[in-house]
């Protein structure tokens, strides 16, 4: 299973992005899909999730300010982030969850300028 993530890049505070991440190879029921970041000395931290059947579940930190969506078929999720921050800035990872084990997609860098 690969997860091919896009969409990062540098934007100014106030501003949005969207991150798309796609999984390909043998899936099966990859439950759920999501984001987590990891901000330059700190640990790994979800984002937000997105599950079989419409479900989702944020991070405090972006709430009303993020959302994610999925497109099942397709075994994609979208991650639209508006009202970016300074703190927002870090390295966005795919997540996927099958069978037991997580996925990683490769990460992208997501910069927020003051």
């Known amino acids: 299973v690969q997860l091919q993530a896009s969409g990062g890049g540098l934007v100014q505070a106030g501003g949005s992005l969207r991150l798309s991440c796609a999984a390909s190879?043998?899936?099966?029921?990859?439950?759920?899909m999501g984001w987590y970041r990891q901000a330059p000395g700190k640990e790994r931290e979800l984002v937000a999730r997105?599950?079989?059947?419409?479900?989702?579940d944020y991070a405090h930190s972006v709430k009303g300010r993020f959302t994610i969506s999925g497109d099942n078929p397709k075994n994609t999720v979208y991650l639209q982030m508006n009202n970016l921050t300074p703190e927002d800035t870090a390295v966005y990872y795919c997540?996927?969850?099958?069978?037991?084990?997580?996925?990683w997609g490769q990460g992208t860098q997501v910069t927020v300028s003051s």
């Open positions: 997540n996927g969850f099958m069978r037991g084990y997580n996925y």
């Open positions: 997105f599950f079989l059947g419409g479900t989702t």
């Open positions: 190879g043998s899936i099966f029921r990859i439950n759920p």
